[in-house]
C-alpha cells in the first residue's frame, strides 16, 4: 500500500467533454443497438413478404372466370343432341354455335371461328347436359348459363397466361385473347367469386379449375373433433395428477422428463407411431380422420399438458388449503375450486394446441390422408370419422406437388383459409385470456 | 456565493465534491424525493439513515444516474460533481459511473473469475496498456479491497465460490479498479454476517483516506460506526444533515430524535 | 356386434348401476343422507366406475390381443411348403388377412353370401373372380391353402368377437352388482371413487410414457425387420442413396444426413443471429410499446404451420434465389428448390423459436449482475456483450441445440423446398434431400411394407429419433441447470 499512486486516484477529466475512448466505446454501442434493431426489421420482413405472397397469389384462388350467355334450347335442338353417340361433344357444339350466332349477331366477332370458342369455353357440354336433364321443364325455355372458361382464359385473367406463353399452345392460341379481350367488353366473360373453391372437392390432376378445399375442410374438422376430445380429458387427467398427486418419485420424474422431450420430437415420427401402431398393427383404416386424430391427440398432448400445469401452478395454494381447511378432500379441492379457476388458462393452451394440430402436415401424409383422397364428402357423422379423407395441410401439400402452375393457386389459397381458421382459434384464445385471466 | 445558507457554512467550501441542489425524484407519479439540498465532502464518509422506504437509496442513485435504467424515473434540479451538473445534456452516463463507483447491497460478481471481476473495469475504461499493468491494478485493488490475501493463490476462481463477505469485498475491489473519485455503497454489509460487516466497516474507513464515501445504512450503529456526516432522510425529505456526532447526540428536528431513539423507522 | 355398441351397453349399465346403488344406500340410511358415510352421489359414482372400468379394460385387452393370438393360430396350420414358397411367412400372413378383409367386403357388398364365404369347399378360381369383382385389391390368385386359412381366420374372429361381448358386458354387470352390494350407510364410497379416479388420473400421465414406448418399439421392430433383409454394414456404410422398387437399391444413409445437416447449419446460421440479436434488443433496449408489438409479431413467425413455409420456399424463395444464383445471375444454380432455400425458408421459421427462448434466457440473468456492470461504467453492449451473455450462455446453447433438434425434424419445408436428389455435394445452391424427406416419400409411394425400400423408412426414422432424442435430452438438461443456477 505504500505505492505513490496508490495514494493520489487517477484525476479524471471534465464530464463534459467526452474522451475520445467513451466517443468509441459509444459508437460500438450504437452499432450494437443497430444489429439489435436489424435483427427485428428483418424478422419482421420476413414476415411482410410472407405475408404478401400469400395474399397476391392466394387471393386469384377465390375468383373464377366464367362465361354467362342466355341460351334457348328447343325440344328438336334435345332430341338430336340425346340421339347421338358423343352427346357431351353435341351440347358442346350446340353451346359454340349458339354463341358465335349471338357473337356475330352482337358485332363481336365476325371472324370468331367455332373451334376459338371451343378453346376459351373448355368442356361445357357436360354441365349443359346435366342441367337439361335434371330440368325437362326449360326446354324451349330461355335459361342464363354461368359456364367456367377454360383454366387457361382464367390464368390469363391471372396473369399466368400472356400471348408470348401461348406460343406454342394448342389449347389456346394467342389470336384467341383477343376474342377473350372483346367479349370481356361485351360483358360475357366475367370474373367472380368462386364458391367451388370452398365448397369443392379434389379435382384431377387435370382438371386444376374444379379442385376445391371443402371435403378436406370437413376431414380437417373431424380430425379436430377427435383431438379435442380426446386430448383436453387426457392432458387435464393427467396435468392434474402430475401437479396436484404425484409423490415425488422415480416415476414421476421420468414423466416430466418424458413429457418435455416428446414435445420436442419431430411431427414425422408420429407418423411413424400412427402408421405403425394404429394402421399396420391395430388395423384402423388408411387415410381415416380417426386415426389422423389419433397420431395428433398424441402429438398435442405434451403441448396441452405442459400449459395445463402453468395454469394450475399459478392458482395460489391458499385456495387449495381454504378447501381442505373447511374439510374436502384433497380431489374434491382441487375438482371444485382449483380447476374451475384454472379452466381459462387450460382452454386456452388447448385451442393453440388445437392450432399447432390443425396446421400439421407431416404425420398425416404416412398415414395416407394424402390430398387427392379426398374426393368425397363423408356419407354421415360416423362415416365421417373412418372414411378416407384428407386434412387441409395436406390437401395443399398434394396440390403444391402436382406441375400444373394453375394448382399453386389453389394452393396458396388453401393456405389463406388455413390461416383463417388459425386466426380465429387463436383470437378465440386470446379473447378468453384477455377476458377470463386473473392474476393473484 | 453570498446568501449561503446555514448548513452550507458549517462545510469547508473548498472540499466539496458533490452537491445537490433542489433535487427532486419521480417515479411515475409517486413524488419520492423531495426538494434535497446536500454537499458531500471530498475524503470523507457520508451515511445516509432514515426509515425504508424514505428514498436514501434512490438519492443515492441519483449521484450516478443509476436511475437512467428505470424507464419511468424523472429527476429535477441539479447535481454536481466538481461544480459540473451530471444531469447536464452533454454529460456521458459512462464517463460519470467510472468517476463515481458503485457497490451494491447485494454482493454480485460476475460469473466469471475473481481476477476477470477486478479486471472488467480497468479493460472497459482502458486504463491498462498491457497485461502486467492490468496485474498490477488488479493486484492493488484486491489489496485495497483487503482480499488480496484470501485469494491471491486462486484467481481463475470463479468470484461467485467466494463467501458473502468476500463477494462483497471483491465487489469493492472490482469499484476501486477503476479508480473512482467518489465511492457509493449500498448498505453494502446488509447481506452479511457480523464478522464480515467488521471487516467490510474497515475497510470503508481506510477508504476514506483516497476517496469520497457515501454510504447508505438502515443501521444507525453502523453510521455511528464508520462516518464523519451524516443526513436523515424521512418520507423523501432530507431531514437534517450534518456532523455524525451532533446528530446522534443532539440533533435538532424532533423526526430525527424519534427516529434515532427508536420511535419512528 | 359393433364395439361402438359395446360401448354404449357398457355405460347404460353403468348408469342403471348408478341410479340403483345410490337409492340402495339412500334406503340403508332411512333416506337421510347425513347418515350416510359419503354424499350420495358417491355410491352411484362408484358402481358405475366398478361397471365400466374393469369392462373397458378387458375390452381393450381383448381387442389388442385377440389378433395376435388368432394370426399365430392361423399361422400354424398354413402348410410348411407353401410357406417356403412365399418368401416369407409376413407375407403370406399379409396375404391371408386381405382375403379375410375381402371376403368381408364381398358379403357386405352382396356379392357373395355368407355361405359360400365361409365354404370350405368353395372353389378359389371363383372366389378369386368374385374377390376382384368386389374391388378387393388382391395381388395374385388366391391359393387354396390361402383361401382356407383366410376362412379360418374369418370363423376365429367371429367367435372372438362374440365371445368378447359376453364376456364384457358379463364384467360390467358384475361390477355394478358388486357395487350395489356394498353400499351401505358405513361404506366409504368417497374414499373408493377418488381412489379410482386417481388411477385414472395415473393413466392418464401414463399415456406419455406408453406415447415413447409405442415410439419405440415400432420404430425398433420394423428397423430390425430392415436390417434382416438388407444390411446394417450397407446402411451406415454406402454413400450413395438409390432406391428402385425393382430390387437392387443401394440404401446408404449419408447422402440423406449430410442434406439434413447442410440444411439444418443454413438455418441456424439465419435464425441464431437474428432471433439472438432479436433477443437481446427486446429484452435490453426496446421499450415496452416496441416490445409488446414487435414480439408478438415476430412470434406469428412460430405459429405458421411449416406447409405455409413449404410452399413459401418452394414458389416464392426457390424462384427469388433462381433469379440471382441461377443462370440468369451468377450460374450457381440449377433449379429453384435446393439447400438455401430449405435452409434459408427454416432459418426464417426458427428465428422466434430462437428469441422467445433466448428472451427468456436473458431475461433470468439476475438485474443485479447489470446493475454491477452499469455501477462500472460499462456501457450496456459492454454489459451485454461482457456479462449478461456469458452468463447466459448454458442456457443460450441448450435453445440453439433445441433449435437445431427442430431444423433437423423439420419434413415439410425439405420435402417442398430441398428437391429430392440425394447427393454428397458442398454446393448449397445445389438440390439435396434430407432423412424426413425420404421417409415421406418412401412411405407414401406404393412400395410393399415388406420391401427394404419402405422398411428402410423406418431405420431412417429410428436414426432422426435418437439424433433428436439426444439433442432434446442434452439441450433441456442443460436449460434445467442453468434455470437452477438462477432460482
Given at each position: 500500500m505504500?505505492d505513490a499512486t496508490a495514494n493520489s486516484p487517477r484525476r479524471h477529466g471534465s464530464l463534459t467533454?467526452?474522451?475520445?475512448?467513451?466517443?468509441?466505446?459509444?459508437?460500438?454501442?450504437?452499432?450494437?443497438?443497430?444489429?439489435?434493431?436489424?435483427?427485428?426489421?428483418?424478422?419482421?420482413?420476413?414476415?411482410?413478404?410472407?405475408?404478401?405472397?400469400?395474399?397476391?397469389?392466394?387471393?386469384?384462388?377465390?375468383?373464377?372466370?366464367?362465361?354467362?350467355?342466355?341460351?334457348?334450347?328447343?325440344?328438336?335442338?334435345?332430341?338430336?343432341?340425346?340421339?347421338?353417340?358423343?352427346?357431351?361433344?353435341?351440347?358442346?357444339?350446340?353451346?359454340?354455335?349458339?354463341?358465335?350466332?349471338?357473337?356475330?349477331?352482337?358485332?363481336?366477332?365476325?371472324?370468331?371461328?367455332?373451334?376459338?370458342?371451343?378453346?376459351?369455353?373448355?368442356?361445357?357440354?357436360?354441365?349443359?347436359?346435366?342441367?337439361?336433364?335434371?330440368?325437362?321443364?326449360?326446354?324451349?325455355?330461355?335459361?342464363?348459363?354461368?359456364?367456367?372458361?377454360?383454366?387457361?382464359?382464367?390464368?390469363?385473367?391471372?396473369?399466368?397466361?400472356?400471348?408470348?406463353?401461348?406460343?406454342?399452345?394448342?389449347?389456346?392460341?394467342?389470336?384467341?385473347?383477343?376474342?377473350?379481350?372483346?367479349?370481356?367488353?361485351?360483358?360475357?366473360?366475367?370474373?367472380?367469386?368462386?364458391?367451388?373453391?370452398?365448397?369443392?372437392?379434389?379435382?384431377?390432376?387435370?382438371?386444376?379449375?374444379?379442385?376445391?378445399?371443402?371435403?378436406?375442410?370437413?376431414?380437417?374438422?373431424?380430425?379436430?373433433?377427435?383431438?379435442?376430445?380426446?386430448?383436453?380429458?387426457?392432458?387435464?387427467?393427467?396435468?392434474?395428477?402430475?401437479?396436484?398427486?404425484?409423490?415425488?418419485?422415480?416415476?414421476?420424474?421420468?414423466?416430466?422428463?418424458?413429457?418435455?422431450?416428446?414435445?420436442?420430437?419431430?411431427?414425422?415420427?408420429?407418423?411413424?407411431?400412427?402408421?405403425?401402431?394404429?394402421?399396420?398393427?391395430?388395423?384402423?383404416?388408411?387415410?381415416?380422420?380417426?386415426?389422423?386424430?389419433?397420431?395428433?391427440?398424441?402429438?398435442?398432448?405434451?403441448?396441452?399438458?405442459?400449459?395445463?400445469?402453468?395454469?394450475?401452478?399459478?392458482?395460489?395454494?391458499?385456495?387449495?388449503?381454504?378447501?381442505?381447511?373447511?374439510?374436502?378432500?384433497?380431489?374434491?379441492?382441487?375438482?371444485?375450486?382449483?380447476?374451475?379457476?384454472?379452466?381459462?388458462?387450460?382452454?386456452?393452451?388447448?385451442?393453440?394446441?388445437?392450432?399447432?394440430?390443425?396446421?400439421?402436415?407431416?404425420?398425416?401424409?404416412?398415414?395416407?390422408?394424402?390430398?387427392?383422397?379426398?374426393?368425397?364428402?363423408?356419407?354421415?357423422?360416423?362415416?365421417?370419422?373412418?372414411?378416407?379423407?384428407?386434412?387441409?395441410?395436406?390437401?395443399?401439400?398434394?396440390?403444391?406437388?402436382?406441375?400444373?402452375?394453375?394448382?399453386?393457386?389453389?394452393?396458396?389459397?388453401?393456405?389463406?383459409?388455413?390461416?383463417?381458421?388459425?386466426?380465429?382459434?387463436?383470437?378465440?384464445?386470446?379473447?378468453?385470456?384477455?377476458?377470463?385471466?386473473?392474476?393473484? | 456565493m453570498?446568501?449561503m445558507r446555514?448548513l452550507e457554512r458549517i462545510v469547508d467550501t473548498d472540499n466539496i465534491k458533490i452537491s445537490a441542489k433542489?433535487c427532486?425524484?419521480?417515479?411515475?407519479?409517486?413524488?419520492?424525493?423531495?426538494?434535497v439540498d446536500v454537499q458531500i465532502e471530498d475524503k470523507t464518509v457520508t451515511a445516509f439513515i432514515?426509515?425504508?422506504?424514505?428514498?436514501k437509496?434512490?438519492f443515492l442513485r441519483c449521484l450516478n444516474r443509476m436511475?437512467?435504467?428505470?424507464?419511468?424515473?424523472?429527476?429535477?434540479?441539479e447535481i454536481l460533481l466538481d461544480g459540473e451538473n451530471i444531469y447536464d445534456?452533454?454529460v456521458?452516463p459512462?464517463q460519470l459511473r467510472a468517476k463515481v463507483g458503485m457497490v451494491?447491497?447485494?454482493?454480485?460478481?460476475?460469473?466469471?473469475?475473481?481476477?476477470?471481476?477486478?479486471?472488467?473495469g480497468?479493460?472497459?475504461h482502458?486504463l491498462?496498456?498491457?497485461?502486467?499493468?492490468?496485474?498490477?491494478?488488479?493486484?492493488k485493488s484486491?489489496?485495497r479491497g483487503?482480499?488480496?490475501?484470501?485469494?491471491?493463490?486462486?484467481?481463475?476462481?470463479?468470484?461467485?465460490?467466494?463467501?458473502?463477505?468476500?463477494?462483497?469485498?471483491?465487489?469493492i475491489a472490482?469499484a476501486v479498479a477503476t479508480e473512482p473519485e467518489v465511492l457509493l455503497m449500498d448498505?453494502p454489509?446488509?447481506?452479511?454476517?457480523?464478522?464480515?460487516?467488521?471487516?467490510v466497516e474497515e475497510l470503508i474507513d481506510e477508504l476514506r483516506s483516497q476517496y469520497s464515501v457515501v454510504i447508505v445504512t438502515?443501521?444507525?450503529?453502523?453510521a455511528a460506526r464508520v462516518s464523519q456526516k451524516t443526513a436523515?432522510?424521512?418520507?423523501?425529505?432530507l431531514?437534517?444533515f450534518g456532523e455524525t456526532g451532533q446528530i446522534?447526540?443532539?440533533?435538532?428536528?424532533?423526526?430525527?430524535?424519534?427516529?434515532?431513539?427508536?420511535?419512528?423507522? | 356386434?359393433?364395439?361402438?355398441?359395446?360401448?354404449?351397453?357398457?355405460?347404460?349399465?353403468?348408469?342403471?348401476?348408478?341410479?340403483?346403488?345410490?337409492?340402495?344406500?339412500?334406503?340403508?340410511?332411512?333416506?337421510?343422507?347425513?347418515?350416510?358415510?359419503?354424499?350420495?352421489?358417491?355410491?352411484?359414482?362408484?358402481?358405475?366406475?366398478?361397471?365400466?372400468?374393469?369392462?373397458?379394460?378387458?375390452?381393450?385387452?381383448?381387442?389388442?390381443?385377440?389378433?395376435?393370438?388368432?394370426?399365430?393360430?392361423?399361422?400354424?396350420?398354413?402348410?410348411?411348403?407353401?410357406?417356403?414358397?412365399?418368401?416369407?411367412?409376413?407375407?403370406?400372413?399379409?396375404?391371408?388377412?386381405?382375403?379375410?378383409?375381402?371376403?368381408?367386403?364381398?358379403?357386405?357388398?352382396?356379392?357373395?353370401?355368407?355361405?359360400?364365404?365361409?365354404?370350405?369347399?368353395?372353389?378359389?378360381?371363383?372366389?378369386?373372380?368374385?374377390?376382384?369383382?368386389?374391388?378387393?385389391?388382391?395381388?395374385?390368385?388366391?391359393?387354396?391353402?390361402?383361401?382356407?386359412?383366410?376362412?379360418?381366420?374369418?370363423?376365429?374372429?367371429?367367435?372372438?368377437?362374440?365371445?368378447?361381448?359376453?364376456?364384457?358386458?358379463?364384467?360390467?354387470?358384475?361390477?355394478?352388482?358388486?357395487?350395489?352390494?356394498?353400499?351401505?350407510?358405513?361404506?366409504?364410497?368417497?374414499?373408493?371413487?377418488?381412489?379410482?379416479?386417481?388411477?385414472?388420473?395415473?393413466?392418464?400421465?401414463?399415456?406419455?410414457?406408453?406415447?415413447?414406448?409405442?415410439?419405440?418399439?415400432?420404430?425398433?421392430?420394423?428397423?430390425?425387420?430392415?436390417?434382416?433383409?438388407?444390411?446394417?454394414?450397407?446402411?451406415?456404410?454406402?454413400?450413395?442413396?438409390?432406391?428402385?422398387?425393382?430390387?437392387?437399391?443401394?440404401?446408404?444413409?449419408?447422402?440423406?444426413?449430410?442434406?439434413?445437416?447442410?440444411?439444418?447449419?443454413?438455418?441456424?446460421?439465419?435464425?441464431?443471429?437474428?432471433?439472438?440479436?432479436?433477443?437481446?434488443?427486446?429484452?435490453?433496449?426496446?421499450?415496452?410499446?416496441?416490445?409488446?408489438?414487435?414480439?408478438?409479431?415476430?412470434?406469428?413467425?412460430?405459429?405458421?404451420?411449416?406447409?405455409?413455409?413449404?410452399?413459401?420456399?418452394?414458389?416464392?424463395?426457390?424462384?427469388?434465389?433462381?433469379?440471382?444464383?441461377?443462370?440468369?445471375?451468377?450460374?450457381?444454380?440449377?433449379?429453384?428448390?435446393?439447400?438455401?432455400?430449405?435452409?434459408?425458408?427454416?432459418?426464417?421459421?426458427?428465428?422466434?423459436?430462437?428469441?422467445?427462448?433466448?428472451?427468456?434466457?436473458?431475461?433470468?440473468?439476475?438485474?443485479?449482475?447489470?446493475?454491477?456492470?452499469?455501477g462500472l461504467g460499462?456501457?450496456?453492449?459492454?454489459?451485454?456483450?461482457?456479462?449478461?451473455?456469458?452468463?447466459?450462455?448454458?442456457?443460450?446453447?441448450?435453445?440453439?441445440?433445441?433449435?437445431?433438434?427442430?431444423?433437423?425434424?423439420?419434413?415439410?419445408?425439405?420435402?417442398?423446398?430441398?428437391?429430392?436428389?440425394?447427393?454428397?455435394?458442398?454446393?448449397?445452391?445445389?438440390?439435396?434431400?434430407?432423412?424426413?424427406?425420404?421417409?415421406?416419400?418412401?412411405?407414401?409411394?406404393?412400395?410393399?411394407?415388406?420391401?427394404?425400400?419402405?422398411?428402410?423408412?423406418?431405420?431412417?426414422?429410428?436414426?432422426?429419433?435418437?439424433?433428436?432424442?439426444?439433442?432434446?435430452?442434452?439441450?433441456?438438461?442443460?436449460?434445467?441447470?442453468?434455470?437452477?443456477?438462477?432460482?
Open positions: 505504500a467533454t467526452t474522451d475520445p475512448r467513451t466517443k468509441r466505446r459509444n459508437a460500438a454501442e450504437a452499432r450494437f443497438r443497430a444489429y439489435g434493431i436489424a435483427a427485428i426489421g428483418l424478422g419482421l420482413f420476413f414476415l411482410v413478404v410472407l405475408a404478401t405472397s400469400i395474399i397476391r397469389s392466394g387471393v386469384p384462388a377465390f375468383t373464377t372466370t366464367v362465361v354467362s350467355l342466355e341460351m334457348n334450347v328447343s325440344q328438336a335442338e334435345y332430341d338430336e343432341a340425346e340421339s347421338g353417340m358423343l352427346k357431351t361433344a353435341a351440347y358442346t357444339k350446340l353451346f359454340i354455335t349458339k354463341l358465335g350466332a349471338q357473337l356475330r349477331e352482337a358485332g363481336i366477332g365476325d371472324d370468331v371461328q367455332d373451334d376459338a370458342i371451343e378453346r376459351i369455353m373448355g368442356k361445357v357440354g357436360s354441365d349443359m347436359r346435366s342441367f337439361y336433364q335434371e330440368n325437362p321443364d326449360s326446354i324451349g325455355e330461355t335459361v342464363t348459363f354461368t359456364l367456367n372458361a377454360s383454366s387457361r382464359v382464367d390464368g390469363y385473367f391471372k396473369g399466368r397466361v400472356n400471348r408470348e406463353t401461348l406460343v406454342d399452345s394448342r389449347f389456346l392460341v394467342a389470336t384467341d385473347l383477343d376474342v377473350v379481350d372483346a367479349l370481356t367488353e361485351a360483358g360475357i366473360i366475367t370474373r367472380q367469386f368462386d364458391w367451388g373453391f370452398l365448397t369443392g372437392k379434389d379435382a384431377g390432376v387435370d382438371n386444376p379449375g374444379g379442385a376445391g378445399i371443402g371435403a378436406s375442410v370437413i376431414g380437417s374438422f373431424f380430425m379436430m373433433l377427435v383431438v379435442l376430445v380426446l386430448s383436453l380429458p387426457i392432458g387435464v387427467a393427467a396435468s392434474i395428477y402430475l401437479e396436484e398427486f404425484a409423490p415425488k418419485n422415480r416415476w414421476t420424474d421420468i414423466i416430466e422428463v418424458n413429457i418435455s422431450n416428446l414435445a420436442a420430437v419431430p411431427s414425422i415420427v408420429f407418423g411413424i407411431l400412427g402408421l405403425a401402431v394404429f394402421i399396420q398393427f391395430a388395423g384402423l383404416p388408411q387415410s381415416a380422420p380417426l386415426v389422423g386424430g389419433l397420431v395428433l391427440t398424441l402429438m398435442t398432448l405434451p403441448t396441452i399438458i405442459i400449459s395445463t400445469r402453468a395454469s394450475l401452478k399459478a392458482v395460489p395454494p391458499s385456495i387449495r388449503d381454504a378447501a381442505l381447511g373447511v374439510g374436502a378432500s384433497k380431489m374434491q379441492a382441487v375438482f371444485h375450486h382449483v380447476l374451475p379457476l384454472a379452466a381459462p388458462g387450460i382452454l386456452t393452451g388447448t385451442i393453440i394446441g388445437l392450432a399447432q394440430a390443425l396446421g400439421e402436415t407431416a404425420p398425416l401424409l404416412l398415414i395416407g390422408m394424402v390430398g387427392f383422397v379426398a374426393r368425397e364428402y363423408p356419407g354421415g357423422f360416423i362415416e365421417g370419422f373412418v372414411e378416407p379423407n384428407s386434412a387441409m395441410p395436406a390437401q395443399i401439400y398434394t396440390w403444391a406437388a402436382r406441375s400444373d402452375v394453375a394448382f399453386y393457386e389453389k394452393a396458396w389459397g388453401g393456405i389463406i383459409v388455413l390461416l383463417v381458421f388459425l386466426l380465429i382459434m387463436n383470437a378465440i384464445a386470446i379473447v378468453l385470456r384477455r377476458r377470463f385471466e386473473r392474476r393473484w | 453570498n446568501d446555514p433542489g427532486q425524484v419521480y417515479y411515475g407519479d409517486t413524488h419520492a424525493i423531495k426538494d432514515g426509515p425504508s422506504g424514505c428514498g437509496s434512490t436511475n437512467d435504467t428505470i424507464d419511468i424515473c424523472r429527476i429535477e434540479g445534456k452533454k456521458d459512462v451494491f447491497q447485494k454482493p454480485n460478481p460476475f460469473p466469471k473469475s475473481i481476477y476477470d471481476n477486478v479486471a472488467y480497468p479493460r472497459i482502458g491498462a496498456k498491457n497485461k502486467a499493468d492490468l496485474d498490477v491494478i488488479v493486484e484486491l489489496r483487503a482480499i488480496w490475501d484470501e485469494v491471491k493463490d486462486r484467481l481463475d476462481a470463479p468470484g461467485t465460490g467466494l463467501s458473502g463477505g468476500q463477494q462483497q469485498r471483491l465487489c472490482r448498505e454489509c446488509s447481506a452479511l454476517d457480523p464478522i464480515a460487516t467488521g471487516q438502515h443501521s444507525m450503529q453502523q436523515f432522510f424521512h418520507l423523501g425529505n431531514v437534517e446522534f447526540t443532539k440533533p435538532e428536528d424532533p423526526r430525527t430524535e424519534s427516529y434515532i431513539s427508536g420511535k419512528i423507522g | 356386434m359393433p364395439v361402438l355398441w359395446i360401448i354404449l351397453i357398457v355405460i347404460a349399465i353403468g348408469a342403471v348401476g348408478y341410479v340403483a346403488t345410490r337409492a340402495r344406500a339412500m334406503a340403508s340410511a332411512g333416506n337421510d343422507a347425513r347418515h350416510l358415510h359419503s354424499l350420495p352421489s358417491y355410491y352411484g359414482y362408484m358402481a358405475f366406475l366398478f361397471a365400466a372400468a374393469p369392462a373397458f379394460l378387458l375390452l381393450i385387452v381383448w381387442l389388442i390381443a385377440a389378433p395376435l393370438v388368432i394370426e399365430k393360430r392361423v399361422a400354424a396350420t398354413l402348410p410348411a411348403d407353401v410357406v417356403e414358397q412365399a418368401a416369407s411367412q409376413n407375407l403370406l400372413m399379409a396375404e391371408v388377412r386381405r382375403v379375410a378383409v375381402g371376403l368381408d367386403n364381398a358379403v357386405a357388398a352382396g356379392v357373395m353370401d355368407e355361405d359360400l364365404a365361409s365354404n370350405a369347399r368353395a372353389d378359389f378360381t371363383d372366389m378369386t373372380a368374385r374377390l376382384k369383382e368386389a374391388g378387393q385389391v388382391i395381388t395374385q390368385n388366391v391359393t387354396t391353402p390361402v383361401l382356407r386359412a383366410a376362412q379360418m381366420m374369418r370363423e376365429a374372429n367371429a367367435s372372438s368377437r362374440l365371445w368378447m361381448t359376453i364376456a364384457v358386458i358379463a364384467v360390467a354387470i358384475a361390477g355394478a352388482a358388486l357395487a350395489m352390494m356394498r353400499a351401505q350407510r358405513d361404506y366409504r364410497a368417497r374414499n373408493v371413487v377418488e381412489r379410482g379416479v386417481r388411477w385414472m388420473l395415473v393413466g392418464a400421465a401414463s399415456i406419455a410414457i406408453l406415447t415413447t414406448v409405442g415410439i419405440v418399439l415400432s420404430l425398433l421392430f420394423n428397423t430390425i425387420e430392415f436390417f434382416r433383409i438388407y444390411p446394417a454394414s450397407e446402411f451406415f456404410g454406402s454413400l450413395t442413396w438409390s432406391p428402385s422398387f425393382g430390387g437392387g437399391s443401394e440404401l446408404g444413409i449419408w447422402p440423406l444426413l449430410w442434406g439434413t445437416l447442410y440444411i439444418s447449419v443454413i438455418a441456424l446460421a439465419v435464425a441464431v443471429p437474428i432471433g439472438l440479436f432479436a433477443a437481446i434488443y427486446l429484452s435490453e433496449y426496446a421499450s415496452n410499446r416496441v416490445r409488446s408489438v414487435a414480439k408478438p409479431l415476430l412470434e406469428i413467425l412460430a405459429g405458421i404451420p411449416t406447409i405455409v413455409y413449404g410452399l413459401f420456399a418452394l414458389l416464392t424463395v426457390g424462384p427469388l434465389l433462381l433469379a440471382a444464383f441461377g443462370d440468369g445471375g451468377l450460374g450457381w444454380m440449377q433449379s429453384g428448390t435446393a439447400v438455401m432455400t430449405a435452409g434459408l425458408v427454416m432459418g426464417i421459421m426458427l428465428i422466434p423459436f430462437v428469441s422467445s427462448l433466448s428472451d427468456d434466457i436473458i431475461n433470468a440473468v439476475p438485474q443485479a449482475m447489470r446493475d454491477g456492470s452499469y460499462a456501457t450496456q453492449s459492454e454489459t451485454i456483450r461482457q456479462v449478461v451473455l456469458p452468463a447466459a450462455l448454458p442456457g443460450i446453447v441448450g435453445a440453439v441445440l433445441l433449435a437445431a433438434s427442430r431444423a433437423i425434424g423439420e419434413t415439410m419445408i425439405v420435402v417442398l423446398g430441398a428437391g429430392a436428389a440425394a447427393r454428397l455435394s458442398l454446393n448449397p445452391f445445389e438440390a439435396m434431400t434430407t432423412v424426413t424427406a425420404k421417409i415421406v416419400s418412401q412411405l407414401t409411394g406404393d412400395a410393399d411394407f415388406a420391401s427394404p425400400e419402405a422398411l428402410v423408412a423406418f431405420a431412417l426414422g429410428m436414426t432422426l429419433f435418437v439424433i433428436t432424442l439426444g439433442l432434446n435430452v442434452f439441450a433441456l438438461y442443460i436449460v434445467r441447470k442453468y434455470r437452477e443456477q438462477y432460482d
